[in-house]
């Protein structure tokens, strides 16, 4: 989206107020399931996380920490702990938030910094593809989704931001140190 149109602060808030990131909604759980499954995979409990974006329901955290793991919260409009960006994490989890970075490349350059060696950063997103009309595209309508990508930008991504590796499973793009 052109810098331009970017909603407002006040405007991008007010819009992500309106979500219903309720904890304990099994649908909300079953969504992020994905997310969580990964990271119960590739780390045990005695990893560290970051889960970056987490809103106004951290459901990624709570389910993590259901099973003991340690997970720090950031969320510039909720959550707005600056100190959880001045330390290292196994793992960071980003699920529905890359589509509302401003500046995506210096956002994953940061997230890449804050990762310790071995680190994964896990997103969730709609990916964009040729087979999309754009024009009937409901991702789009949300104008807080200022970015989006395609599977040859999360390539780009690895290879500029120096990520080692970058994996695509549908909605879920892991990238690794």
Known sequence: MDPNCYPSINNEKKRYLEHNNNVHDLGYQKFVDPIVKAVKKDFNNTATGLDFGCGTGPVITKLLRDKNYSITTYDPFFDNNLNALETNYNFIV?????????NPLQEFKRLKNLL??????????????????????????DNTHVIFYHKNTFNWIQKNVGFSKVTMNNRLITFEI
């Open 94 to 102: 980003c699920c529905e938030v890359i589509e509302h970075f401003h």
């Open 116 to 141: 310790k060696p071995q680190g994964r950063l896990y997103c969730m997103t709609d990916l964009f593809s040729e087979n999309i009309n754009f024009k009937n595209w409901y991702y789009k309508e």
